[in-house]
């Protein structure tokens, strides 16, 4: 990462980062396109507005940001820790994911908070993408911003009617009831094997393998963690029948996003 302030702005130089590959592509809800090359939106309760100022060079102007929220904020949501050029250079060793990553070579797995990932995609279930929005628009605008699982904790499903959620509203009323009393830990769950902590979540109602691993990759950052919806199935019954390659290994999650991308664009 590469950075310098300019006035009220920060500067940033990045490689391997696309805005419309990352933040709409449906991992994060909350951003929303503004302009050609710019977006606006929030890390729980956080706002940033960021452009794409030199696409070739890769730099971006992260608006009136300054230098400690840069670090304490959008460093580790926006994943800049991780040389994803190095990731895509590992991956390109298999034929149909160096195809995958040329084509949507910008993409970053943002590194969400687990309750927002959660909820979020507890809401994302047999939806579409401006519904889950208005959705989550409509919970943010009602407790004037995101609300944490401690505020939501006397709603009920019908208080929850505002929503117009349907039947996600009870998934996300048990979701908090679990976590309320004790019963589940968003952060001792991210500290299981994948296997025990997918698990973990799908007690939760409504929560079923799919919106379990989106948590776990997206909300707490398990990048071996593997969504499968109707694009991977597809992708794997065509391209990885008998399983994905080695080169993706402990980070199966990081290449779904390339191959999701690849065949949702390419079929």
Known sequence: MDYRIDGGDI??????????????????????????DTY???????????????????????????????????????????DYGELKRRFSEDGTLSKACAFAGGIRILRQDSWEALSSFIISQ????????????????????????????????????????????KYLVDAVSKLTSGELDLSGIAALPLADA????????????????????????????????????RALEKWYPNGLPDCVKDFEGTAQQYLFHYIRNNS
């Open 11 to 36: 500067l940033l130089r990045q490689p391997d980062f696309d805005l419309d590959e990352t933040l709409d592509c449906g991992q994060a809800f909350r951003w929303v396109k503004t302009a050609p």
């Open 40 to 82: 606006e939106g929030y890390y729980l309760n956080s706002f940033l507005r960021i452009s794409a100022e030199d696409k070739r060079d890769g730099v971006f102007r992260l608006h009136d940001t300054t230098e400690q929220d840069l670090l304490d904020k959008w460093y580790d949501y926006l994943d800049l820790s991780t």
């Open 126 to 169: 047999n939806n579409n993408i401006p519904r889950i929005k208005g959705i989550i628009g409509r919970l943010t605008e009602h407790y004037g911003g995101y609300p944490t699982i401690e505020q939501l904790s006397p709603e009920t499903e019908e208080s929850l009617a505002f929503l117009r959620s349907g039947f996600r509203a």
């Open 198 to 233: 997918q698990k973990a979540l799908m007690t939760v109602k409504g929560v079923g393998p799919k919106v379990a691993m989106c948590t776990l990759l997206f909300g707490m950052h398990k990048t071996d963690a593997f969504p499968v919806d109707v694009w991977m199935k």
